[in-house]
């Protein structure tokens, strides 16, 4: 009676296992850009709250301002202050980062992400 293999073998472990390694790869890379993404809408909505009562007068360069000491303090070096949009919609107070962000991942790939946040000053 013949024997038949039972399992895998070492190059069909290698097939299965590369794919993952790749996708934990561009993971792990991608971690310190939604990293600092977070860091971001957390100032923009910390700055939004500061400025909660303040329908009308409503200063872009104090908007920037702040923005720019809770980055340096948070040590976010990317999007610039100036990139982020301050205008008035309708009753409201908009502040928006639209920006994108590049992550190499081997010698001619690389990853682009896209971040689009709005917050709203009340």
């Not at 991942?105 to 971040?115: N, P, R, T």
Request: a neutral charge.
């Amino acid at each position: 009676m013949r024997q038949r293999q039972k399992g895998v073998t070492f190059i069909g472990w290698l097939f299965l296992l590369a794919p993952l390694a790749v996708l934990v790869y561009c993971g792990i890379r991608l971690t310190p850009v939604y990293l600092n993404y977070f860091a971001v809408t957390k100032s923009m909505n910390q700055v939004a709250s500061e400025y909660k009562g303040a329908e009308g007068a409503v200063n872009v360069t104090e908007v920037h301002n702040a923005l720019q000491r809770r980055w340096d303090v948070d040590s976010i070096n990317y999007p610039e202050v100036k990139t982020i949009t301050v205008a008035r919609e309708g009753e409201k107070w908009m502040l928006e980062a639209n920006y994108e962000d590049e992550v190499k991942v081997f010698s001619g790939i690389s990853l682009l992400v896209h971040f689009d946040k709005k917050v709203a000053v009340q």
